[in-house]
């Protein structure tokens, strides 16, 4: 396990590089709009089977 730890710290330190604050911000611009999107196609489906069930049940009903 610590030799897990220690070969994942070097990694971080010689291997990964950070990207630029500009590179950041488009980077968050882009997830945030993607989410928004996620969020309201799911809403939508969210709606739809949401009715399709209530008139499957007032059909039952009826």
């Given amino acids: 396990m610590v ?10 330190r010689n291997n990964v590089t ?3 604050r500009a590179e950041s911000s488009n980077l968050m ?6 989410s928004i999107l996620f969020a309201l196609a799911t809403w939508g489906v969210d709606t739809v089977f949401s ?3 209530q008139l499957y049940f007032n059909m039952l009903i009826n």
Avoid: C, G, N
């Fill in 51 to 53: 009715r399709l069930i």
């Fill in 29 to 34: 611009v882009v997830v945030a709009v993607f």
């Fill in 18 to 20: 950070l990207p630029s």
């Fill in 3 to 12: 030799t897990y730890i220690k070969e994942s710290i070097e990694e971080l």
